[in-house]
């Protein structure tokens, strides 16, 4: 029995000093302990959220992009908007009116994309004032003073009590989107913007707010 117990005790003893040796790499403080990538989150050149890792892009002024092309209005029709746009968005109190924000230009694309129904309105309503001024004056619309451009408007104006509610004549529902479509046009621009943060003003889009509260043409208040 004691020539078993020690034959057991030599066979048992290479484990220990194999097993201590084991813990002792487990727990040594040379163990290289794994780092972040560099610019990863906790650490690195990046900072604390890792910004190297964000991709930087190279920003272009607008102004170098281009301007917009004329796709959807004919040029007569382009021209009459323009003449349009100057007599219902004229520059008021130091803003910059439609002509100057290039609010005609920019609204030959959303135009263009519209359903055919409203694409319809537009054409029809240009080609009538057109038509109206070749009638009343023997000229184009666009080549009208201020006084002849606004005998041609003003019998097409009506009292819109509601923005949805619009004239049931095509011309003067022509004019009540026109005005609608030319005003938010020019108040979401980035030179109306940029008028009313110069001027200091505050409330609404370019500091005007009548975008929010929007204007009737022929309001008397």
């Known amino acids: 029995m004691k020539r078993r117990g020690f034959v057991k005790t030599l066979i048992a003893l290479p484990a220990a000093p194999a097993l201590a040796e084991q813990q002792q790499q487990t727990t040594s403080p040379q163990t290289p302990v794994a780092q972040p990538p560099a610019g990863g989150r906790g650490g690195g050149t990046g900072g604390r959220f890792g910004q190297a890792n964000i991709p930087?892009?190279?920003?272009?002024?607008?102004?170098?992009?281009?301007?917009?092309a004329q796709r959807f209005f004919t040029a007569p029709q382009l021209a009459a908007l323009r003449k349009l746009s100057e007599v219902l968005m004229p520059p008021m109190r130091g803003m910059p009116g439609a002509l100057e924000c290039g609010a005609p230009e920019f609204l030959d694309f959303p135009i263009g994309a519209s359903p055919a129904d409203r694409q319809?309105?537009?054409?029809?309503?240009?080609?009538?004032?057109?038509?109206?001024?070749?009638?009343?004056?023997n000229k184009a619309f666009a080549d009208l003073d201020a006084a002849q451009a606004d005998a041609v408007i003003r019998p097409l104006l009506a009292p819109v009590p509601w923005a949805y509610d619009l004239p049931k004549d095509p011309a003067m529902r022509?004019?009540?989107?026109?005005?609608?479509d030319i005003r938010t046009a020019t108040q979401n621009s980035r030179e109306y913007a940029a008028a009313g943060a110069a001027s200091g003003r505050r409330g609404g889009f370019g500091g005007g707010g009548s975008y929010i509260n929007p204007i009737d043409p022929i309001y008397k208040g």
């Open 56 to 68: 930087k892009f190279e920003l272009a002024q607008t102004e170098a992009v281009g301007e917009p």
């Open 120 to 137: 319809a309105t537009w054409r029809t309503g240009l080609d009538t004032l057109n038509a109206r001024a070749k009638k009343q004056h």
């Open 174 to 180: 022509f004019i009540a989107e026109a005005h609608r």
